[in-house]
C-alpha cells in the first residue's frame, strides 16, 4: 500500500483554519479514518504533523508524580517453590500490592527473556507490515480469532486513541497456526503457552493471598479464558493533546502486560499519576475488575492509562484472563468462603458477560463498572 494515498483531506480531521465549517462531522472523520484500514500508524506514515481532533482528549487534573518518589511493588517470584517461608513471604506481598496498588511488577516470573524479546518484535512486525497484509485481518467482529484494528470502541468513546491493536483469542480454544497472522506465528503460540503458565502461578498466590486453597480461582475457571492485545503505540507530533489509552480499568480477572523500553504506561494512585517504568526482564500484572468483585473489594482493579511521545514508537502486549470472547453462563459474585457477619457480600453475581455488556453500553469513558453490580447497603437490623 501506498501511504501516499491516504492523504490528509481524505482520512484525517485537520482543520484548515481559512475554510473551517461551523459544523464539525465527527462520524464522518471516524468513517473515513477507519476505512483506510491503516490505523493510526498510516496517519503518522502519511506525515501529519497535527493530532486530528477526534483524537482530542479533555484531561483531568491528576498531575504524574515528580517530588516524592513512589513505584510500583516489584515482586521476585524467584524463591516461589523454595519452601514454605519463601512462598508466604511472597504470597504476603502479592496480597498487599492486590490491595494497594492493583499492580505490580514480577521478575523471575519463569518467562524467558528470548521469548519476551521475540514477542515483542513479533507485535512490532505485524504493525509495521505494509497495510495491505494487516488489512486482512481488519475487523470489528470479535468473535474472529484475530481481529485488527485502531481502536475497539471508536465509535462510542468520546476520543479516539493513539493506537492501533491485534486481538488474537488463545484459549480456551487455541487456535491453529494458520489462523493467526504468518508473522507472528510461532511466538504468539509459545509466548500465550508461557503467560498461561504464568497465569497459573500467579492465580495460586492470589487464591493463598486470599486465604483459600491454591486451586480455588483456577476452579472458577479464572484461568480457563486468554485474549492476546498487541498494541501499537506510533509516534505523536502532539503528545500533549491525546493519549496512547485513555484512563480505564482492565474488565477481566487478571492481565500480565508486556511492555517494551519506551514507557508511557501510568497507574492511578491516591490521586496521582504514577508511571510504571519499563524494568528488564519484568512483567507488569494488574488485577481486573472481575476479581475485584470475587474477592469482594479485597484486591482493587486500578485505573491506569497510556501516554504518548513524539521519540519512539511504543510495543505492549497485554494478556487478559477473560472468558469475554467464549460463551460461559458460570456466575460470578463475592466469594462465600470470604464472607461473614462482618464483611458482608459488597456486589451481586453476574456472568463475565453480562458484566462485559454492561461495560461496553457506557460508551468506554472510563468510569467502573463496578458500582452498577453493587448490593445496597443492609439497613440496620438487616441480616
Ligand atoms: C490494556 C492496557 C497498557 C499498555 O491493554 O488494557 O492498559 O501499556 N495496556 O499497553
Ligand atoms: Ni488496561
Not at 47 to 60: T, Y
Request: charged share 25%.
Amino acid at each position: 500500500m501506498d501511504y501516499s494515498l491516504i492523504t490528509k483531506s481524505k482520512c484525517t480531521d485537520e482543520e484548515d483554519p481559512t475554510t473551517r465549517k461551523p459544523e464539525y462531522d465527527r462520524l464522518s472523520k471516524l468513517k473515513s479514518f477507519d476505512e483506510t484500514r491503516a490505523g493510526v500508524k498510516g496517519l503518522v506514515d502519511s506525515g501529519i504533523k497535527h493530532v486530528p481532533r477526534m483524537f482530542h482528549h479533555q484531561f483531568e487534573n491528576n498531575s504524574v508524580s515528580c517530588g516524592i518518589q513512589v513505584s510500583i511493588p516489584i515482586i521476585d517470584l524467584e524463591k516461589v517453590k523454595q519452601n514454605r517461608t519463601t512462598r508466604e513471604e511472597i504470597v504476603g506481598k502479592v496480597r498487599n500490592a492486590s490491595k494497594t496498588w492493583g499492580f505490580f511488577q514480577v521478575l523471575n516470573h519463569g518467562i524467558p527473556m528470548n521469548v519476551m524479546e521475540e514477542m515483542k518484535d513479533g507485535a512490532r512486525r505485524f504493525f509495521e507490515q505494509d497495510v495491505e497484509s494487516k488489512s486482512r485481518f481488519f475487523s470489528r467482529d470479535y468473535t474472529k480469532r484475530v481481529v485488527y484494528n485502531s481502536n475497539f470502541d471508536l465509535y462510542s468513546a468520546p476520543a479516539a486513541k493513539w493506537r492501533d491493536t491485534v486481538v488474537c483469542s488463545m484459549a480456551p480454544d487455541p487456535p491453529k497456526p494458520e489462523e493467526l497472522p504468518a508473522v507472528f506465528r510461532d511466538i504468539m503460540l509459545e509466548y500465550s503457552k508461557q503467560v498461561m503458565n504464568l497465569g497459573y502461578l500467579l492465580f495460586e498466590l492470589l487464591s493463598e493471598a486470599l486465604g483459600l486453597n491454591p486451586d480455588y480461582l483456577k476452579d472458577i475457571d479464572c484461568a480457563k479464558g486468554l485474549v492476546m492485545l498487541s498494541h501499537y503505540y506510533p509516534i505523536c507530533p502532539q503528545p500533549e493533546l491525546t493519549l496512547g489509552s485513555s484512563k480505564h480499568a482492565d474488565n477481566g480477572f487478571l492481565t500480565i502486560l508486556l511492555q517494551d523500553n519506551v514507557g508511557g504506561l501510568q497507574v492511578l494512585h491516591q490521586n496521582q499519576w504514577i508511571n510504571v517504568p519499563p524494568t528488564p526482564g519484568a512483567l507488569v500484572i494488574n488485577i481486573g475488575d472481575l476479581l475485584q468483585l470475587i474477592s469482594n473489594d479485597r484486591f482493587t482493579s486500578v485505573d491506569h492509562r497510556v501516554v504518548t511521545n513524539s521519540a519512539s514508537p511504543r510495543v505492549s502486549v497485554a494478556s487478559f484472563f477473560t472468558t469475554a470472547l467464549v460463551p460461559d453462563t458460570r456466575l460470578y459474585g463475592p466469594i462465600k468462603e470470604l464472607l461473614s457477619q462482618n464483611n458482608p457480600p459488597k456486589y451481586k453475581e453476574t456472568t463475565v458477560k453480562d458484566f462485559i455488556t454492561y461495560f461496553n453500553s457506557k460508551g468506554l469513558s472510563g468510569t467502573s463498572p463496578l458500582p452498577h453490580f453493587k448490593l445496597s447497603k443492609p439497613s440496620h437490623g438487616d441480616k
